[in-house]
């Protein structure tokens, strides 16, 4: 258990910590039929699910409301990894990844923009803000099987 010795988890180390069997994952999308086959997916692969239908309900249950303030709470200190679409009314998944970048205590938690659009600027864009990875929708099994084996593979 030392500390980040390079290799492209070292980020996820400190957060992934030790979540036992279930990490607990954020979900936010807009669209409900989308929010509800990602948290099936994400259950399927033994996943503890939060669903949220946009950022400023995500950045709430964060508790890095609107207020600007950061609220260190227990919703904080076990949240493993958030997933959310790029596109959605009010903040997109982009304003909403920099959001949790600009925290002081969320910066640590790996985020993954999914989008239906394959458009490549954007998912450089994403992924220079600090996106952990960028999925296209639909998402499939073996899609959170890839993402769940990589989170595994940074724990320890």
Same mark, same amino acid.
């Given at each position: 258990?030392?500390?980040?010795?390079?290799?492209?988890?070292?980020?996820?180390?400190?957060?992934?910590?030790?979540?036992?069997?279930?990490?607990?994952?954020?979900?936010?999308?807009?669209?409900?039929?989308?929010?509800?086959?990602?948290?099936?997916?994400?259950?399927?692969?033994?996943?503890?699910?939060?669903?949220?239908?946009?950022?400023?309900?995500?950045?709430?249950?964060?508790?890095?409301?609107?207020?600007?303030?950061?609220?260190?709470?227990?919703?904080?200190?076990?949240?493993?990894?958030?997933?959310?679409?790029? $596109?959605?009314?009010?903040?997109?998944?982009?304003?909403? @990844? #920099?959001?949790? &970048?600009? =925290?002081?205590?969320? !910066?640590?938690?790996?985020?993954?923009?999914?989008?239906?659009?394959?458009?490549?600027?954007?998912?450089?864009? $994403?992924?220079?803000?600090?996106?952990?990875?960028?999925? @296209? #929708?639909?998402? &499939?099994? =073996?899609?959170?099987? !890839?993402?769940?084996?990589?989170?595994?593979?940074?724990?320890?």
């Amino acid at each position: 258990m030392e500390g980040g010795s390079g290799g492209s988890c070292s980020s996820m180390e400190k957060v992934m910590g030790n979540y036992g069997d279930q990490p607990h994952v954020l979900a936010v999308d807009d669209n409900l039929i989308d929010r509800k086959l990602v948290e099936k997916l994400l259950k399927n692969s033994s996943c503890k699910v939060t669903t949220a239908e946009n950022g400023l309900k995500a950045l709430e249950y964060l508790g890095l409301g609107v207020d600007g303030r950061n609220k260190l709470d227990t919703n904080v200190s076990k949240m493993n990894l958030i997933i959310t679409d790029y $596109c959605m009314p009010g903040m997109t998944g982009y304003e909403l @990844l #920099k959001k949790i &970048k600009e =925290s002081s205590i969320m !910066k640590e938690v790996p985020v993954v923009i999914m989008s239906s659009e394959n458009i490549p600027t954007r998912i450089t864009k $994403c992924l220079e803000e600090g996106a952990q990875m960028f999925m @296209l #929708k639909p998402l &499939k099994q =073996s899609d959170v099987k !890839k993402l769940r084996s990589d989170l595994m593979s940074c724990r320890r």
